[in-house]
């Protein structure tokens, strides 16, 4: 995953993940057959890692806001502290192979497209349990939200903004607080306050 996200799925060859790993030509071929099925391998394998530390994490928190703020808050943190040189593998592989048909890029879309539809799937639990007002669009709120991690992951990589990823949860807060009930508002502000919590801790453990 890291080869990938750094070089690009393109380049990643048997032959450069043998030279990487220090095992034989022979023994990858074995495994993988050709660089179509290692490549596809490699998407899968990271969309494993993402649910383990994304989508498992938050799994028993209650459904609506609170669950869709557990997900983006375990997406930023994966995104920011996973130590993968191209950043955000989703990112990567997806500007790589948008324009390319194919089965990489059907494993990509694929898996990117369900973890819009989960976040859509909360917004629409959230609609449903009056945390948020129900003239909502529920995937257009979903996309918006999904964009700010995203350009986070973007200006860290490529300009280096050591806050963009606090700006991205700033811009969470913001379109989250356009949208929520009263009822969304007390949940919207305990998140908030568990977040900065758990900031603090943290910070703590590594100072």
């Given at each position: 995953?890291?080869?990938?996200?750094?070089?690009?799925?393109?380049?990643?060859?048997?032959?450069?993940?043998?030279?990487?790993?220090?095992?034989?030509?022979?023994?990858?071929?074995?495994?993988?057959?050709?660089?179509?099925?290692?490549?596809?391998?490699?998407?899968?394998?990271?969309?494993?890692?993402?649910?383990?530390?994304?989508?498992?994490?938050?799994?028993?928190?209650?459904?609506?806001?609170?669950?869709?703020?557990?997900?983006?808050?375990?997406?930023?943190?994966?995104?920011?502290?996973?130590?993968?040189?191209?950043?955000?593998?989703?990112?990567?592989?997806?500007?790589?192979?948008?324009?390319?048909?194919?089965?990489?890029?059907?494993?990509?879309?694929?898996?990117?497209?369900?973890?819009?539809?989960?976040?859509?799937?909360?917004?629409?639990?959230?609609i449903r349990a009056d945390?948020?007002?129900?003239?909502?669009?529920?995937?257009?709120?979903?996309?918006?939200?999904h964009a700010l991690p995203?350009?986070?992951?973007?200006?860290?990589?490529?300009?280096?903004?050591?806050?963009?990823?606090?700006?991205?949860?700033?811009?969470?807060?913001?379109?989250?607080?356009?949208?929520?009930?009263?009822?969304?508002?007390?949940?919207?502000?305990?998140?908030?306050?568990?977040?900065?919590?758990?900031?603090?801790?943290?910070?703590?453990?590594?100072?």
């Open positions: 995953m890291d080869l990938a996200s750094a070089e690009g799925l393109e380049l990643l060859s048997i032959s450069r993940l043998a030279d990487a790993t220090g095992l034989s030509k022979a023994g990858v071929f074995g495994h993988f057959g050709s660089k179509e099925d290692l490549q596809i391998a490699v998407v899968n394998a990271a969309g494993e890692d993402f649910t383990s530390n994304v989508i498992v994490p938050a799994r028993n928190a209650e459904r609506g806001l609170d669950k869709l703020l557990e997900l983006l808050y375990d997406w930023i943190d994966y995104t920011h502290q996973r130590d993968l040189r191209g950043g955000c593998f989703f990112a990567a592989a997806s500007a790589e192979f948008d324009a390319r048909p194919g089965p990489v890029r059907d494993a990509v879309a694929y898996l990117s497209d369900s973890w819009m539809h989960i976040l859509e799937r909360e917004v629409r639990a959230a945390e948020i007002y129900d003239d909502t669009d529920p995937m257009q709120m979903a996309f918006e939200l995203h350009q986070a992951n973007w200006g860290r990589r490529l300009f280096h903004w050591d806050d963009a990823y606090e700006r991205a949860e700033l811009g969470i807060e913001h379109r989250l607080r356009c949208a929520v009930t009263p009822h969304g508002h007390d949940v919207l502000e305990r998140k908030l306050a568990e977040r900065l919590e758990q900031k603090q801790a943290m910070k703590a453990t590594t100072a």
